[in-house]
Each structure stands twice: as C-alpha cells, then as structure tokens.
C-alpha cells in the first residue's frame, strides 16, 4: 500500500512558475514508476508526465514538453513536477499516482493522490 499526498498547488499567472509536490508513505516508493496527471473542469483526466522508478527515465505529454520537468528523490519518498512558462489552458486539478507499469493510461496506475488546484490566470 502506498499513500500519495499532492502539494504546491496555488493561483499563479500567466508565465509564472510552480513546483508540484507529491510525498509518498512506505517502503516500496523507489520501486514504482511515478507519473502526473491533470484534470480540467469538465474535462477527462490526461498524462502530464512519467519518470521510471531510479528517475533515470522521463516521458511527457506534447502539451507540457520543454515547460514540465518531473523528477524524483527516492530517498525523501518524493516526486516533483516543475512547471515553468505556465499558461491557462495548465489550469486544472493535478494528480500523482504511482504506476504498475509506466505509461500514459491511467489504467496503468494503482495508487492515486488526492490532487492540488493549479490556477493559472491570464
């Protein structure tokens, strides 16, 4: 069992920066593939972002390429998502989840965080 809890979330503007934080409990976290995942109001749940269980391998949404950065220390049982050049289409509920396999399918994903509001405005 692993427990995910998301912070960092807040209101920023348009440009403006935030980091994304998502602690993990348990002994296990440096043996899950970790990935984010943002919904928007109305919207269906979509990949942001994936880094393999040691961090030495990263996927990324067309979306958030160049602007997204996830990364992870195994040791504070943490991964993070960088977000830079933020826009208001980013906007949305952002999600951490702890992976079976590492992809882009939610379905791939056994553990889920709560999530953390980002509001980006313009």
């Known amino acids: 069992q692993v427990q995910l809890v998301e912070s960092g979330g807040g209101l920023v503007q348009a440009g403006g920066s935030l980091r994304l934080s998502c602690a993990a409990s348990?002994?296990?976290?440096?043996?899950?593939?970790m990935g984010w995942f943002r919904q928007a109001p109305g919207k269906e749940r979509e990949f942001v972002a994936v880094?393999?269980?040691?961090?030495?391998?990263?996927y990324y949404a067309d979306s958030v390429k160049g602007r997204f950065t996830i990364s992870r220390d195994n040791a504070k049982n943490t991964v993070y998502l960088q977000m830079n050049s933020l826009k208001p289409e980013d906007t949305a509920v952002y999600y951490c989840a702890a992976a079976i396999v590492a992809g882009k399918g939610s379905n791939e994903y056994r553990y889920w965080g709560q999530g953390t509001q980002v509001t980006v405005s313009s």
């Open positions: 348990g002994r296990t976290f440096s043996s899950y593939p």
């Open positions: 880094i393999s269980n040691n961090g030495g391998s990263t």
